[in-house]
């Protein structure tokens, strides 16, 4: 709350100086005399229905900066002249789009000429490999699922849900919505849902991009959400297979169980100065797994498990039958609930945009711990006589605003504001987040009537063990708790200048500062009330507590609440303060462009402060074991990372249907920062199970990961359809 407070009068106090909008492109073109051919100076050259245009210079040249995305018309008009129309000019982030105009003299007055513009199909100023998806695109593809569609662009790759670029891995990809980033620094993936139907357009960057970015080698994928239209629109948009029970099949198909229902509505709001967009989106997948196999019938089954004391005393448990069912994984069910919405006020020359993404989504597993195997990774099929499920619940929430200032007609200062949080919780189908009461026989057999006992108190029964396999009995908890919490308040600056006609000057920088909480612990650690005779888990001694729960607690304490700084009791750490790594980075670059040569050179200095601690000397450590903690001289900052990387893009127009291309870059990312830290509970288990060493140590400062990347590439129009 203290976060979205502080990003709230960011923005208010930013207001009166600049202006909302969303990422945007720019246009450039030659106005020349039809007859003659010679360059018109003073034509006048703007988009239709909005404030945006420009002059031609005396060589016929006009600019046009900070369009933003989407599909506009553009008129000429002069004195003599019949104007001309060229309709349908797709403006894309970052990228310049041509449009050149061709005047008569005027033969009929008040006549414009219209003219549709068609999509170049090869892009000459484009230094690296880029792939576009629009929003027309988007309706006309056969195709449901975001990372899906992404999936259908060149060098991607899309296995097990996650989305590789050019052999990368998952972690290597950088997102960004409306110019924010979407990823969880944790784990580096992306966090926010995005709703196919809320997309203005979407690009792939893979290999290399500009200076402006970073913290991604293997590439990038940038969206744009829909800004509000000046008529009103609704959509609405429902799939679904649950024309069948689970497992069986219908029209030759098995019913899966899934429904995706999408909901649109976009227009003006009082007047057509402030308009709106909002999608919504429930998507329910029955079996994630999407099973095609057929199932089976187990009949007659005698538990040979000889940790169960009844196999032992010649009374073994009998199962009658295990029955799995026909093409449909049970409890594998994921359910989606998301959103999306941009604001804007189009009160010219100023103008604000506000946009926000909004999911939460619910994941079940049945993967059970398993004493005997010691494997956390049984498949479904051995849990089948088990109803108690696990599911993760993710929450991510995602604001952001672009902020620009036109000091002139060709230099423009904008700056962003954005906020993420993003949030993990597991739950338990019994008692929820409770996981004090996973481990609970006597809230078990309440919750269950009786039907489900334990061996004792705090100790569920043993597996049983059918034909060489070990099945989950009814009622088996999960043994691992975990919940997280990150959030980053973001600043950025840029200032992009025109000098001439054939440089874009560009410098900006930003900032991020994280908040990052982790909790992890062993939920069976309840036990540890039975072993001391107490019954309240902070009567637990500290010690016991720890080697049983094995806990990795930072931003909360070693029973699971949120503490905002280092906490001791009895001599012991029992809380560690959240971490706040900082990400700061500052570029300069240079678009040159020319008929027959663009270039893109640039600068980029990146700053990574992780705000850790590592050890002065790791193969002496000062360990107390009274407290089982390390002492504080064993410690010392991590020193922050800086690095200056050179990127270098040219691109060479052979003619309107060839250009060849080539880029070199380097590029860094931070690490996964859910290796980069534990808690003092963590690191003291880890140098007792090792025998007083580190075998395998987490955290202790990892520096950022670091690629050169080298491309040359050529692309050719094949005809006029395709390229």
């Known amino acids: 709350m203290k976060a979205i407070q502080r990003f709230l009068w960011v923005v208010l106090l930013a207001m009166p100086v600049m202006l909302f909008a969303q990422s945007s492109g720019k246009i450039v073109g030659v106005v ?63 990228k310049t789009s041509e449009a050149n105009f061709d005047l008569g003299e005027a033969a009929i007055e008040g006549q414009a000429v219209v003219i549709t513009a068609e999509k170049p199909l090869v892009e000459k100023y484009t230094t690296q490999s880029v792939s576009l998806v629009t929003s027309e695109d988007l309706e006309n593809i056969p195709i449901r699922g975001f990372n899906n569609v992404i999936a259908t662009q060149n060098s991607v790759v899309l296995q097990d849900g996650n989305i590789h670029i050019r052999g990368g891995r998952p972690d290597e990809v950088g997102y960004y919505i409306d110019g924010a980033s979407s990823v969880n620094p944790l784990n580096n993936t992306q966090s926010i849902y995005v709703i196919q139907d809320a997309v203005e357009e979407f690009q792939v960057q893979a290999g290399g991009y500009t200076a402006e970015f970073g913290g991604a080698n293997a590439g990038i994928v940038r969206t744009e959400l829909r800004t509000g239209s000046k008529q009103m629109k609704f959509s609405v948009d429902f799939q679904t297979d649950k024309f069948a029970s689970a497992g069986e099949k219908f029209l030759g198909t098995y019913s899966y169980r899934h429904h995706t229902g999408v909901a649109t509505i976009s227009g003006p709001l009082f007047n057509d100065k402030i308009r709106f967009f909002i999608a919504g989106e429930n998507s329910f997948k029955g079996d994630r797994a999407t099973r095609f196999s057929e199932g089976f019938t187990l009949t007659d089954l005698v538990d040979a498990n000889l940790r169960n004391s009844d196999v032992n005393n010649g009374n073994p448990d009998t199962v009658a039958s295990y029955i799995y069912p026909n093409g449909f994984t049970p409890k594998q069910e994921e359910d989606q609930w998301a959103l999306q919405s941009t604001l804007l006020f189009d009160f010219s020359p100023v103008q604000l945009r ?13 993967s059970f711990y398993n004493s005997a195997l010691g494997s956390m990774n049984l498949t479904p099929m051995l849990n089948v006589l088990n109803d108690r499920y696990y599911q993760d619940v993710f929450t991510n929430t995602l604001l952001s605003a672009k902020l620009t200032y036109i000091l002139s007609p060709k230099t423009i200062l904008d700056g962003s504001v954005s906020y993420f949080k993003s949030k993990l919780d597991m739950e338990d189908s019994y008692f929820g987040s409770d996981w004090q009461s996973w481990y609970d026989s006597s809230a078990v057999s309440q919750h269950t009537g009786g039907a489900v006992t334990f061996k004792s108190q705090w100790e569920p029964e043993e597996d049983y063990l059918f034909n060489g396999w070990f099945f989950a009995r009814n009622g088996e908890p999960w043994r691992r708790y975990r919940k997280q919490e990150q959030d980053y308040l973001g600043l950025a600056l840029n200032l992009v200048t025109q000098a001439g006609r054939h440089h874009e000057l560009k410098f900006g920088g930003d900032f991020r500062q994280y908040n990052l909480r982790r909790f992890l612990i062993n939920a069976s650690v309840m036990n540890e009330l039975n072993v001391n005779n107490v019954s309240n888990v902070e009567d637990v001694p500290i010690s016991s507590w720890a080697s049983s729960g094995n806990p990795v607690n930072y931003g909360y304490d070693i029973y699971g609440n949120k503490a905002d700084s280092d906490q001791f009791r009895n001599g012991y750490q029992t809380a560690d303060a959240p971490k706040k790594p900082i990400f700061g980075s500052f570029y300069v670059q240079d678009k040159i462009e020319y008929n027959d040569l663009v270039i893109n050179a640039g600068l980029r200095y990146d700053y990574f402060d992780s705000k850790g601690q590592t050890f002065r000397d790791i193969l002496n450590p000062v360990y107390d074991q009274n407290t089982s903690t390390f002492t504080d001289d064993n410690w010392e900052d991590v020193k922050a990372f800086q690095q200056v990387s050179p990127r270098l893009g040219f691109s060479f127009p052979i003619s309107e249907k060839t250009v060849f291309y080539m880029q070199y870059g380097k590029f860094i990312q931070m690490p996964q920062l859910q290796d980069n830290y534990s808690s003092s509970q963590r690191y003291a288990y880890e140098y007792i199970s090792a025998g007083f060493s580190f075998q395998a140590p987490s955290g202790f400062g990892l520096k950022p990961q670091r690629t050169t990347s080298y491309e040359m590439g050529f692309r050719q129009q094949m005809g006029s359809f395709a390229a």
């Not at 945006?52 to 995305?69: E, H, K, Q, R, S």
């Not at 553009?74 to 104007?83: L, P, R, T």
């Open 32 to 94: 020349k005399d039809k007859s003659s051919g010679e360059p018109l100076p003073g034509v006048n050259v703007f988009i239709t229905g909005t404030t945006l245009g420009a002059a031609t210079d005396v060589d016929g040249f006009y600019v046009i900066l900070n369009v933003p995305v989407g599909v506009y018309d553009i008129q000429a008009s002069f004195v003599g002249y019949q104007e001309v129309v060229l309709s349908g000019i797709r403006i894309t982030a970052d």
């Open 354 to 366: 506000l946009s926000a993404s909004y999911s939460d989504r619910s994941q079940q597993f049945t």
